[in-house]
């Protein structure tokens, strides 16, 4: 059975990004990360030993589903994600958010808190995951005053 339909003849403007997806090596390492970081609430989980997975969001919404079907390290060699995002409201956020991660001892990729390009007002700070998977919390605005990268670059770009 098929549901009605309107023709679209164009792309898809009404979609807006979902949940990510996430291979990872160790299931509870991940959940254990991510709730730490971000504070996010188990939502489903299988402990099924061949068919491990867990869905992780905040008030009953999904953010992040975490797949246990990988080996080794996320890998920049190849292709795929480069990173994943979380957007917060204001620089002061993505301050407590960079003192949230020195508490927990995860080492930032750069040592400060920077703007995605010279001249730009949008920003943050990047940190990798348990299994390497780059990680960014940013902000839109209220960070053209802070210095950026000296070869002029993307700091989510290259790293």
């Given amino acids: 059975m098929s549901l009605p ?13 979902g949940h990510v997806g996430l291979n990872v090596t160790d299931l509870s390492r991940s959940i254990r990360f991510y709730q730490d970081v971000f504070g996010f609430e188990v939502l489903a989980e299988s402990e099924k030993p061949e068919r491990r997975y867990a869905f992780l969001g905040r008030d009953g ?9 990988s080996t080794g390290a996320f890998d920049a060699a190849r292709p795929g994600l480069h990173h994943l995002a979380f957007d917060v409201p204001a620089p002061r956020d993505v301050e407590a958010a960079s003192a949230r991660l020195a508490d927990l001892g995860v080492p930032l990729i750069y040592d400060e808190i920077l703007p995605h390009m010279p001249g730009m007002s949008s920003g943050g ?9 780059r990680v960014e919390v940013c902000t839109a605005s209220g ?9 002029g670059e993307p700091s989510c770009g290259f790293f």
Avoid: K, R
Wanted: charged share 10%; net charge negative; glycine share 4%.
């Fill in 5 to 17: 339909t309107e023709a679209a003849s164009g792309p898809l403007t009404i979609a807006t990004t």
């Fill in 125 to 133: 700070i990047f940190f990798a995951d348990p299994d390497g998977t």
């Fill in 143 to 151: 960070l053209d005053a802070l210095p950026a990268l000296e070869h």
């Fill in 61 to 69: 919404n999904l953010v992040l589903t975490l797949w246990q079907q």
